[in-house]
């Protein structure tokens, strides 16, 4: 008799970022393009203290992907303690996904908004994104943050906003590259700009 599945089981893909920079938005316009490619996808939000993004996720996919896919995790406190020093909360809630669904191919994670430090445990993701948005300034990936320097994928989000708030978007793609030795992507989670992009890197580097 072979042994029910684990988190160890599932392909995870982290989302982390700033408070603002669009981690919601970017899991918005993901989860419909990887459910048209046949995926079968659970969402964790984690948060201090609320289950607002959770609620955000539910609203948004209902239809999509079932109530009990969707999960919030409060951390209750630093929301790196829930997906770097102690991603144990996390991993139990994919492990319930998996009581009820088996088959699962994928699960998302979102972090709770903090600054360019956010990393995630390697055990809960196989792969992270780090979202950034021009409106914080073009001298975001010069800074150089571990979030910014060591994600799988940087995303530049809100790219519409850059003429608006004087941020040079051929700066922050010459920094990226710069500090970076993985790939940079632009989005504009509004309109959906780059998605695809970004949805690509994930089947080729995470669903392959």
Do not use: W
Not at 85 to 93: G, I, K, R, W
Not at 121 to 146: C, H, M, Q, W
Not at 176 to 183: K, L, Q, S, T, Y
């Amino acid at each position: 008799m072979s042994s029910p599945p684990t988190h160890r089981d599932v392909p995870t893909v982290g989302i982390g970022g700033p408070v603002g920079s669009g981690k919601t938005a970017l899991i918005k316009r993901l989860v419909p393009k990887l459910k048209d490619s046949g995926l079968e996808i659970g969402v964790i939000a984690n948060d201090i203290l609320t289950q607002e993004d959770a609620k955000q996720f539910k609203r948004s996919f209902a239809g999509e992907i079932p109530d009990d896919l969707v999960v919030g995790v409060e951390t209750g406190a630093c929301p790196h303690t829930g997906i770097r020093e102690d991603p144990s909360m996390n991993l139990a809630a994919i492990d319930s996904f998996l009581e009820e669904y088996p088959d699962l191919d994928l699960v998302l994670l979102e972090s709770g908004g903090d600054n360019l430090a956010a990393t995630f445990n390697p055990e809960l993701a196989d792969y992270y994104a780090f979202v950034i948005s021009t409106a914080e300034g073009d001298d975001i990936p010069r800074k150089r943050g571990p979030g910014v320097v060591e994600a799988d994928l940087l995303v530049i989000n809100k790219t519409d906003l850059a003429e608006h708030v004087g941020a040079d978007l051929d700066v922050m793609r010459t920094d990226a590259a710069d500090v970076r030795e993985g790939p940079s992507i632009f989005t504009n989670c509004k309109t959906g700009d780059g998605i695809d992009d970004v949805v690509a890197d994930i089947s080729d580097r995470v669903l392959f």
